[in-house]
């Protein structure tokens, strides 16, 4: 089975330049990946393969830098982003377990209330009152 070569260190350097261009905070890693690829370029071009590979290693070491700042740089704005919802919810949480407590405190004093008119004596006047509007009504 025939196995697919990988690239050097300087062409995966070169891969990784391309994609991190455009990015401002890998802008000094870029800047020393180039450098170090046009030094192993060199030292490639003057035979000493031996220095053009550590050259090669070199800028991808920069390369991989440049490419791990920005990946940390998007998951500390993830977690800013994450932090301001978790913010909302507990200050939406607090909220609304205020007006939980209001409504169960209402809730309770309309209950006594409900249980101290229940236990009133209703005065012997307003039943016989009752008792003939009925009557005076056909029942």
Same mark, same amino acid.
């Given at each position: 089975m025939?196995?697919?070569t990988q690239?050097?260190?300087?062409?995966?350097?070169? #891969? /990784?330049?391309? /994609?991190?261009? *455009?990015?401002?905070?890998?802008?000094?890693?870029? #800047?020393?990946?180039?450098?170090?690829?046009?030094r192993?370029?060199?030292?490639?071009?003057?035979?000493?393969?031996?220095?053009?590979? /550590?050259? $090669?290693?070199v800028?991808?070491?920069?390369?991989?830098? $440049?490419?791990?700042?920005? $990946?940390?740089? *998007?998951?500390?704005?993830?977690?800013?982003?994450?932090?301001?919802?978790?913010?909302t919810?507990?200050?939406?949480?607090?909220?609304? *377990?205020a007006?939980? #407590?209001q409504?169960?405190?209402s809730? /309770?004093?309309l209950?006594? #209330?409900?249980? *101290?008119?229940?236990?009133?004596?209703?005065?012997i006047?307003e039943?016989?009152?009752?008792?003939?509007?009925?009557?005076?009504? $056909?029942?």
């Amino acid at each position: 089975m025939a196995r697919a070569t990988q690239p050097s260190d300087a062409e995966y350097a070169r #891969e /990784l330049v391309t /994609l991190l261009e *455009r990015e401002p905070l890998a802008k000094t890693y870029v #800047e020393r990946a180039k450098m170090a690829l046009e030094r192993e370029r060199r030292l490639k071009d003057l035979g000493d393969l031996p220095r053009a590979t /550590l050259a $090669g290693i070199v800028a991808r070491s920069w390369a991989e830098f $440049g490419r791990e700042v920005v $990946g940390m740089a *998007r998951k500390e704005k993830e977690a800013r982003s994450l932090e301001e919802k978790v913010v909302t919810a507990e200050q939406a949480t607090v909220k609304y *377990r205020a007006e939980y #407590e209001q409504a169960t405190a209402s809730v /309770l004093r309309l209950k006594a #209330e409900v249980q *101290r008119v229940e236990a009133e004596p209703v005065p012997i006047e307003e039943v016989q009152k009752k008792k003939r509007a009925r009557k005076g009504r $056909g029942h």
